[in-house]
């Protein structure tokens, strides 16, 4: 009877208990009782984040020439016009207020070639502004509200490398200048290194839809920070189809640093190595299981990597514990290192680890003497540079490679006309060598009826003649 009794206690128990499981299941899924039960929204981020926000209008004076002007048959029966009719080019953009000063980050390309620069806050006001700094290899420019008498709502920086695959972000611009718009969306991928935008291409990608106009405006996380700077879209159609990438912003704290320290230019430590991708085929020789990491080229005698005991054939794996997967990784994640300091890299060495401390130095620049050539010539118009470490690290060129530089070209200019590229490498003019800016200066100088030059491209010379 006892035993009987005690089964059917038991028994009773468990269907109350699953009955009580029941009615919490049918609990979760209740209706909602209250409108503040409905009430789930981005609203407190976006209000807190919109007013550090603007939209950036820049413009330019472009004169409308005639391409008959050029025909020297035309000149002489027709004259010159005295003054060419003038239009003005605008673009538009977005831009984040990132010190109550009134500094504002924004995209190079938003700006660039600009006459004027203007900057829209969230409440409708508008201020001038002028370019602080542009540093074109991150696509990041900074900018100074002009005449600012007050302090501006600004966005904190988070880290970067703490944000993962499948957080919320919402970004914020001006796309095709509609106004201020907020869509949301998630990280869809980091360290994204083959989009080709700009020189550190380690990009986040996300989901949010981002179109034109949206360049320069802020990714930002759940706690309300800056995550990144939007700054391009994967479009077909010129729309939003779901890819935007944004740059990190720990490159934008270092371009920002730059700009509060007074810099004209953003200084970066300088590694004095040129690295390569590993293909499948090194991998196989190497012994590596998969393509990944930096692989080491050469290294610039006395550079700080020589001195740190870095060779070439080295496998770079791991700066500060962080791991490399391929040479644009290596270069984003040396980039923000901040300089004074030092890097523990991990290199493999014929299937060894090996730790050495790079010291975070920035590259020699004595003796870049830029100049622009004004004198009649093929090279007028164009901005030159002889090439000292710092000048080859910028544009990529080969540790040992001598002459001098393109560095600039404008798009009207003689030098554009006859097909001169940033970066081509001015070996010699008329036979003589040429190993500065002085040098290209006389020459360019020079009345010539023809002008033989010898220049190097993408690592291939090439040699032309040009009439006078």
Avoid at 49 to 54: C, K, L
Avoid at 58 to 77: C, G, H, M, S, T
Avoid at 423 to 449: C, F, P, S
Wanted: glycine share 10%; net charge neutral.
């Amino acid at each position: 009877m006892f035993r009987t009794t005690r089964a059917a206690i038991f028994t009773a128990l468990c269907i109350a208990l699953l009955g009580n499981l029941d009615l919490a299941a049918a609990q979760d899924r209740r209706v909602p009782t209250s409108p503040a039960e409905l009430r789930l929204s981005y609203a407190p981020i976006v209000q807190r984040v919109q007013p550090a926000v603007v939209n950036v209008y820049a413009a330019k004076v472009v004169q409308n020439r005639n391409p008959l002007l050029d025909d020297p048959i035309f000149r002489r029966f027709f004259g010159v016009p005295g003054q060419q009719p003038e239009q003005m080019q605008r673009s538009l953009g977005s831009g984040v207020i990132v010190d109550a000063s009134g500094l504002v980050v924004t995209n190079v390309h938003v700006i660039e070639g600009a006459d004027q620069v203007k900057v829209s806050l969230s409440d409708k006001r508008e201020f001038e502004a002028d370019i602080v700094l542009k540093d074109s290899r991150s696509d990041l420019a900074v900018l100074r509200i002009k005449d600012a008498k007050e302090k501006f709502p600004t966005l904190d920086f988070t880290n970067s490398d703490e944000l993962m695959v499948g957080d919320v972000v919402l970004a914020i611009g001006n796309p095709f200048g509609v106004g201020q718009t907020v869509t949301h969306g998630i990280i869809s991928a980091l360290a994204r290194t083959q989009v080709g935008i700009t020189d550190y291409q380690f990009f986040i990608q996300t989901d949010a839809a981002i179109n034109p106009g949206n360049s320069g405006g802020a990714l930002v996380d759940m706690n309300g920070r800056l995550a990144g700077i939007n700054t391009a879209i994967y479009s077909r159609s010129g729309g939003s189809q779901g890819i935007g990438f944004a740059i990190p912003v720990n490159m934008v704290r270092v371009v920002v640093a730059s700009a509060k320290s007074g810099g004209k230019a953003v200084k970066r430590p300088w590694l004095g190595a040129r690295l390569q991708a590993v293909t499948p085929d090194i991998a196989e020789s190497l012994g590596l299981r998969s393509p990944t990491g930096a692989l080491v080229a050469s290294v610039v005698p006395n550079g700080p990597a020589a001195k740190a005991g870095l060779k070439s054939s080295d496998l770079i794996v791991a700066i500060d514990g962080q791991t490399v997967d391929d040479a644009n990784a290596f270069d984003y994640r040396f980039a923000t290192r901040p300089l004074g300091g030092t890097a523990q890299i991990e290199v493999q060495r014929g299937g060894k680890p090996v730790k050495l401390t790079v010291a975070l130095e920035t590259a020699p620049d004595a003796g870049r003497n830029e100049i622009v050539i004004t004198a009649r010539s093929p090279f007028q118009g164009a901005k030159f540079s002889t090439i000292t470490p710092a000048v080859a690290d910028e544009l990529h060129l080969d540790a040992d490679t001598e002459g001098v530089v393109v560095t600039e070209i404008g798009d009207d200019s003689a030098a554009a006309s006859v097909g001169f590229q940033k970066g081509d490498v001015i070996l010699a003019v008329n036979n003589q060598k040429i190993n500065r800016t002085g040098d290209l200066e006389k020459a360019a100088g020079e009345r010539q009826r023809f002008w033989r030059i010898t220049l190097v491209r993408g690592g291939q010379q090439i040699n032309v003649t040009l009439g006078g």
